[in-house]
C-alpha cells in the first residue's frame, strides 16, 4: 500500500524510514525468509526452480562499502551457511564498451574482509525501492 509522501508501508513498518535508520541489511534481516520463500514460489511457477537450499543477503559493493540491494544465494545448506553477503565488483572491459558487475557469494558483510564461498551462486536479484 502507498501511503502519504512516497513513503511505502508493508503493515505497521514505513519502509523509508527503515532505509534511513539502517538501510538494506535492516530489510533483509527482517524481509528475508518471506522474500525467499517467494523467489522459490515464483520460480517453481515457471518451471525453473532451485533444487538446492536458498537464502537472502544483502549485497554490499566493493569499494564504497554500502548496502545496495539483496540477493538470493543457493547451494548446500552448509555452504549457506558461511554466506554472509553477496560482494558486487564492477569493471570496465575494452575500454567503456562493456560494463561488467561481478556477484560473488562472500563470508562476511566487510568489504575489507571477503573470502568467497565456494560452491553457492546467485540465483536472484532483489531491488529494494527507497
Given at each position: 500500500m502507498v501511503a502519504g509522501a512516497g513513503a511505502v508501508k508493508v503493515g505497521a513498518l514505513d519502509l523509508g524510514s527503515v532505509v534511513k535508520v539502517g538501510g538494506v541489511a535492516i530489510l533483509v534481516d527482517k524481509f528475508g525468509p518471506q522474500l525467499d520463500k517467494f523467489i522459490n514460489t515464483l520460480t517453481a511457477n515457471k518451471n525453473v526452480s532451485v533444487d538446492q537450499a536458498t537464502k537472502v543477503v544483502p549485497i554490499i559493493s566493493v569499494g564504497s562499502g554500502g548496502y545496495i540491494g539483496a540477493a538470493q544465494v543457493s547451494g548446500t545448506k552448509k555452504a549457506l551457511d558461511e554466506v554472509k553477503a553477496v560482494a558486487q565488483i564492477e569493471g570496465n572491459f575494452s575500454g567503456r564498451t562493456f560494463r561488467v558487475k561481478a556477484l560473488v557469494p562472500v563470508d562476511s558483510v566487510?568489504?575489507?574482509?571477503?573470502?568467497?564461498?565456494?560452491?553457492v551462486g546467485v540465483s536472484a536479484i532483489i531491488d529494494v525501492r527507497v
Open positions: 566487510n568489504p575489507s574482509k571477503i573470502s568467497r564461498v565456494k560452491g
